[in-house]
T-cell receptor, first 114, second 112 residues
Framework: NAGVTQTPKFQVLKTGQSMTLQCAQD?????MSWYRQDPGMGLRLIHY???????DQGEVPNGYNVSRSTTEDFPLRLLSAAPSQTSVYFC?????????????FGEGSRLTVL | KNQVEQSPQSLIILEGKNCTLQ??????????LRWYKQDTGRGPVSLTI?????NTKSNGRYTATLDADTKQSSLHITASQLSDSASYIC???????????FGTGTRLLVSP
């Protein structure tokens, strides 16, 4: 069981470039989400999805776009990268089991924007 | 404002010793509290999940406690090992998984 798989693990971009961070899970989880982790701050929610075809904004959605065409995949798109988007990005998924559903994280994607 | 505060920010202990990490929260409404372990360069991994009615939960050498009245939780690590060196993150959930509030973590270093 692979769990939550993120690619790439590392990426360097120039300001203004666009790219997509990939996230796939093989656990048939309904809920998927993207977080960013910055030094001295807790993880912050960027976007989330409660099922295929349904997405919504989290706490820090500006500059990011998502789609959910299948249950398995939840890509995060950076439309025009900015240095403020330098961060470590985590994808997470959960099967909705009321209050006790366990959140599974990917290994992270470290992005540097020059 | 919903917040989760963890202390200490960092901690160094000798291998074999015990330690306790603290988490205070102001999240309302409260659904559950989670502790995660995050190794350097890896994603967080769940240690425990506690709902309002649970005041203690164990996972091997890790024991979490919850006092919902004072809005405090602790994570106790017994007989520490070098592999316990990691960041430990407290996460409090309101209603819905999009309402998770993450603490900034406690960085633990277990020294031989």
């Amino acid at each position: 069981n692979a769990g939550v798989t993120q690619t790439p693990k590392f990426q360097v971009l120039k300001t203004g470039q666009s790219m997509t961070l990939q996230c796939a899970q093989d656990m048939n989880h309904e809920y998927m989400s993207w977080y960013r982790q910055d030094p001295g701050m807790g993880l912050r929610l960027i976007h989330y999805s409660v099922g295929a075809g349904i997405t919504d904004q989290g706490e820090v959605p500006n500059g990011y776009n998502v789609s959910r065409s299948t249950t398995e995949d939840f890509p995060l798109r950076l439309l025009s990268a900015a240095p403020s988007q330098t961060s470590v990005y985590f994808c997470a998924s959960i099967i909705q089991q009321g209050a006790r559903g366990e959140l599974f994280f990917g290994e992270g994607s470290r992005l540097t924007v020059l | 404002k919903n917040q989760v505060e963890q202390s200490p920010q960092s901690l160094i202990i000798l291998e074999g010793k015990n330690c306790t990490l603290q988490c205070n929260y102001t999240v309302s409404p409260f659904s559950n509290l989670r502790w995660y372990k995050q190794d350097t360069g890896r994603g967080p991994v769940s240690l425990t999940i506690m709902t309002f009615s649970e005041n203690t939960k164990s996972n091997g050498r890790y024991t979490a406690t919850l006092d919902a009245d004072t809005k405090q939780s602790s994570l106790h690590i017994t007989a520490s090992q070098l592999s316990d060196s990691a960041s430990y993150i407290c996460v409090v959930s309101g209603t819905g998984f999009q309402k998770l509030v993450f603490g900034t973590g406690t960085r633990l270093l277990v020294s031989p």
